[in-house]
């Protein structure tokens, strides 16, 4: 949870860094520009960077409406870092555990072998150890708790991917909203002029347009990083049932040889 709420304060400061300097671009793109009489004809104008045209972008698309789309894209990559982060902290060496559990049960019995699974990271570790807890009742309730246990370790692993797939659906969904109100916008600018002119109409389309890609660039991008994650889990999953059947197995022995 700590670090959740670290991630989401630092992307935190960078959104309002993001608005700070946006809302001063917008302020100096308000004012009328102050012609310059002395400045020669043929002298080419400055190449806006990168970051200069996204802002420029951005409040052409109207504020109003981008500031929804970045608001769906800065929680959607907070959320999928936190995650990435995550989801790898709990990646865990299995053969390497399962070897130091044999081992433990060999030398120091059950108890040796749960100091290992407690001071191991992950939840592979943590199915582990609920199994050898009810290792006194057989082996049997051994296999129940770890399936019943690995459903709660599963639950964990999926937590916040329901937010991810909001703001996959809702960017589009709000650059589209951006593009019914642009055309909008664009129908009456053209019954107010009564023509139907390049000019009178680009203002409202360019609207549309932009909040359109806003808005898909959201989805694309929230979508990969979900599509990882899933895979990331279906990884991790998949370790956790082999993983457990190889320690029914151990046990199993363990006890035969006994």
Known sequence: MKKQFAILFFLGVLL?????????????????????????????????TFHQQVKDYFIQGGVPFMWPILICMILGLAISIERIITLNMATTNT?????????????GGVEAAKNVTKNTRGPIASIFTQGL????????MVEKSVVSYGGVEMGKLERGLIWIS????????????GTVIGMVFAFDAIEAAGDISPQVVAGGMKVALITTV??????????????????????LVNSMEDASISLVDILVKHKLSK
């Open 95 to 107: 053969t390497k555990l399962l070897a130091q559990i044999e081992d433990a049960l060999a030398k």
């Open 16 to 48: 309002c860094g993001s608005i700070a300097t946006i809302a001063q671009d917008s302020t100096a793109t308000a004012k009328p520009a102050v012609t310059e009489t002395a400045v020669a004809s043929d002298e080419a104008p400055a190449e806006m």
């Open 133 to 140: 807890m009810r290792a006194s009742e057989g082996v049997d």
């Open 166 to 177: 909001l703001f996959i659906s809702l960017g589009p969904m709000l650059g589209f909203f």
């Open 214 to 235: 806003g808005g898909l660039i959201v989805g694309m991008v929230l979508q990969v990083l979900y599509n990882y994650l899933v895979s990331k889990i279906d990884t």
